[in-house]
């Protein structure tokens, strides 16, 4: 009996993992992964070693210093992270709505060049549309 053999979609469903959506993503951007890496360990250290400390000088035993510090650590790491995000998703859209709108402005520029150059073409008798014309954007 021969084996029967999966293609990578079926692979892909067998895992369900789907491809991702083309768009904003911040898992992509460059700068935000980092930085939310960097708020995302500081943030869990800092809770971790306060919460220790204050449990400890409060009087706790080892165990409770040791299960309040863990607990407050991964809580804060948790919090922070998708505080980060939020942030983040919202820088990026920004950055992508100011690129569009720079795009847009050179642009315009451009078409305000070739409609000079038009007028200067039809002014001085020469041909602005036809052979030798400077073609439409």
């Known amino acids: 009996m021969a084996a ?3 293609t990578t979609k079926q692979k892909q469903g ?3 993992k789907k491809a ?3 768009g904003i993503a911040v898992a992509n951007h460059p700068k935000a992964k980092h930085q939310i890496n960097l708020l995302k360990s500081y943030a869990g250290l800092a809770a971790f070693c306060l ?3 204050f449990a400890w000088k409060g009087g706790a035993l080892f165990v ?3 299960t309040r510090a ?3 650590g991964v809580a804060t790491y948790v919090a922070v992270w998708a505080m980060a995000v ?3 998703r919202q820088v990026a859209i920004a950055e992508v709505r100011a690129a569009e709108r720079n795009w847009k402005e050179r642009k315009r520029a451009q078409q305000d060049q070739v409609e000079k150059l038009r007028n ?3 002014e001085n008798g020469l041909p602005a549309e036809g052979a030798g014309a400077m073609p439409v954007p």
Do not use: F, N
Request: no cysteine; glycine share 8%.
């Open 51 to 53: 919460s220790g400390y």
């Open 4 to 6: 029967k053999k999966t």
């Open 20 to 22: 991702a959506a083309p």
């Open 70 to 72: 863990l607990l407050w």
């Open 120 to 122: 200067a073409l039809e």
């Open 14 to 16: 067998k895992k369900g």
């Open 86 to 88: 939020q942030v983040w």
């Open 64 to 66: 409770d210093v040791a």
